[in-house]
């Protein structure tokens, strides 16, 4: 049986220190400036491990390439034979970059009605001073605003939005960060593309925020954590939510999958694409 694992990063599979749990043992994986500042759990680790030679693990994460590469865990021995990075615009083989499919993000931003180089000159005048604390740029596809999220009024955001659409853009708020992206960048655009590419038996895909549903949807089993902004908004997209939080989530679907592909592998079960 051919198995495909797409999943979410940060808060799916990786936490940060605020969001680990305390009474987990926990490795560091990703360090800024001398210091660490992601986690994932060791049986996670074992588990990825296990899981390696099972099946195709994608990590598809907003994360710029840049910030992507600081996850040590994926540069060495677990290096994944695709990675999907900054939110589908950059994927990935065998830690290079996939030319194609480079060569058509940057055709289509190209014949983006307003220029990715254009677009800070547009939301400067849409929000009061205050609310717009940093704006920092991702690998030249989108940007990422970070956001005073008690001065930012609903009616200003709902305004962008509308603005936005105008061009061929939108925008996404998690937290305090406000995601401003072309409309056709999507993690399911490039899973699309990497599922077109070779036959799976099975997709299985895990993530947390509404910028994963392009690829939720794709899959024919989906894992939505407890403690994520879409299980928040369940009503909206009609998905199941796993009753686990943090890395008890990521061990739980994992143990799922493993167990799962072992016991189709038993019974020969090459076609089943039955939901655990």
Excluded at 29 to 34: H, M, P
Excluded at 186 to 205: P, R
Excluded at 220 to 235: N, V, W
Aim: hydrophobic content about 40%.
């Amino acid at each position: 049986m051919k198995v495909l694992f797409t999943s979410d990063l940060d808060r799916t599979l990786i936490f940060s220190t605020r969001t680990k749990l305390q009474d987990v043992a926990y490795e560091g994986i990703e360090k800024l400036s001398g210091r660490t500042i992601s986690y994932m759990s060791k049986v996670t680790y074992t588990q990825l491990s296990e899981l390696h030679n099972m099946l195709d693990f994608v990590p598809v994460t907003t994360r710029s390439l840049k910030q992507y590469k600081r996850l040590t865990l994926f540069q060495g021995a677990l290096q994944p034979k695709l990675a999907i990075v900054a939110n589908g615009g950059i994927i990935l083989r065998e830690g290079i970059v996939d030319e194609v499919w480079q060569e058509r993000m940057m055709r289509q931003m190209a014949a983006l009605p307003l220029l990715y180089e254009q677009l800070p000159e547009q939301f400067k005048g849409d929000f009061t001073a205050p609310v717009v604390l940093e704006v920092l740029e991702m690998d030249n596809l989108f940007y990422v605003l970070k956001v005073d999220g008690e001065k930012l009024e609903h009616q200003e955001l709902t305004r962008f939005q509308s603005q936005l659409q105008r061009y061929g853009w939108t925008c996404n708020l998690q937290g305090k960060k406000l995601y401003v992206l072309p409309q056709f960048l999507t993690k399911g655009l490039a899973v699309d593309y990497i599922k077109q590419q070779s036959m799976y038996n099975w997709h299985v895909a895990a993530g947390d925020a509404a910028l994963d549903l392009p690829m939720l949807a794709l899959a024919d089993t989906r894992f939505i954590p407890q403690h994520g902004e879409l299980a928040k908004d369940s009503l909206l997209h009609g998905f199941p939510i796993t009753p686990k939080e943090s890395s008890n989530f990521s061990e739980y679907i994992l143990r799922k999958i493993i167990t799962t592909i072992k016991n189709k592998n038993e019974k020969g079960e090459d076609h089943d694409k039955s939901i655990i």
